[in-house]
């Protein structure tokens, strides 16, 4: 499995941008899939997963980003509405190869087989 993150930018406060996550191989919808992000100087924050038609999301970005996937690309997109300077990170995407897991319990960097490159998303204020 390999996965493709793109979609990042530079924006001001208060925009919004989309981040797209491709995925190539056994990944089906069944599969978790995650959105995380890390800023500088800091660890990897949990942003939100999707998998079987459910979307968990970290309380951070509730209400301002959501989680959708088209399952005939298999692209998971993360819609970032509303950004702040304090969104400023690197988005990583990934997912988990084993089955019967609920997005809600992989919210942790651990749960996650595999990883995209990443994708810089910088807000300006």
């Known amino acids: 499995v390999q996965l493709q993150a793109s979609g990042g930018g530079l924006v001001e406060a208060g925009a919004s941008l989309r981040l797209s996550c491709a995925a190539s191989g056994r990944i089906f919808d069944r599969n978790i899939m995650g959105w995380f992000r890390q800023a500088p100087g800091k660890e990897r924050e949990f942003v939100g997963s999707n998998g079987s038609g459910m979307t968990y999301l970290a309380d951070s970005v509730k209400g301002r980003f959501t989680i959708s996937r088209d399952s005939s690309s298999k692209t998971m997109y993360l819609q970032m509405n509303s950004l702040k300077p304090e969104d400023t990170a690197v988005y990583y995407c990934?997912?988990?190869?084993?089955?019967?897991?609920?997005?809600?319990?992989?919210?942790?960097?651990?749960?996650?087989?595999?990883w995209g490159q990443g994708t810089l998303v910088t807000v300006s204020s």
């Open positions: 990934a997912a988990r190869r084993a089955l019967g897991f609920t997005p809600a319990r992989a919210t942790g960097p651990g749960y996650y087989d595999y």
